[in-house]
């Protein structure tokens, strides 16, 4: 199923001229990542929608003082930051229409949509509509999160992509939202 301007619109409204650049990207991306059936690409415009702001942030927002928790600490250390404050957490800050975070999700990334470590280098290229499309897909992917969707387990869909709840009321009505453009009467 490919996805329209229109209804990307009719989702997102707050898109507005973003949908433009996202369309051939994110129809792409699915494809890729056999984010096909009406129930899958739902979920993941509901999740992306609230992640990005419907389309509108690619980058994480927060100043240098909001990202120094990704600099130094447990938190650092998780994402594979490195422990001394170096700027890792400025450079590896959330980035894409799923907020990649970290410079080992980053190598992660980069390893399976580039072949190679380039993001380490350039980690503004996730914020192309190319591959901030295209790294949301493959975290999806990788994450298990189309089986997740087939089922309708919307909550466990976003503690995956958020570590909680964050913004689930936003999520449930861009999900409603994305159901009632992509399914037919019958389906929801």
Known sequence: MRLTEQQLLMIFPGARTRSGLFILALNNAMARRNISTPGRIAAFLAQIGHES?????????GGE???EKYDTGDLAMRLGNSPEADG?????????????????????CSRALFGDERL?????????????????AWFWERNGLNELADVDEFNS??????GGLNGLQERLLLWKQAKTVLLPPASL
Request: aromatic share 8%; charged share 25%; hydrophobic share 30%.
């Open 53 to 61: 702001g419907q389309l509108q942030y690619v980058r994480e927002l």
């Open 65 to 67: 003082k909001y990202l």
């Open 88 to 108: 890792d957490g400025q450079r590896y800050r959330g980035r894409g229409l799923i907020q990649i975070t970290g410079r080992s999700n980053y190598l992660q």
């Open 120 to 136: 380490l280098q350039q980690p503004e290229l996730l914020e192309l509509p190319q591959w901030a499309a295209e790294s949301a």
């Open 157 to 162: 869909i976003t503690r995956r992509i958020n």
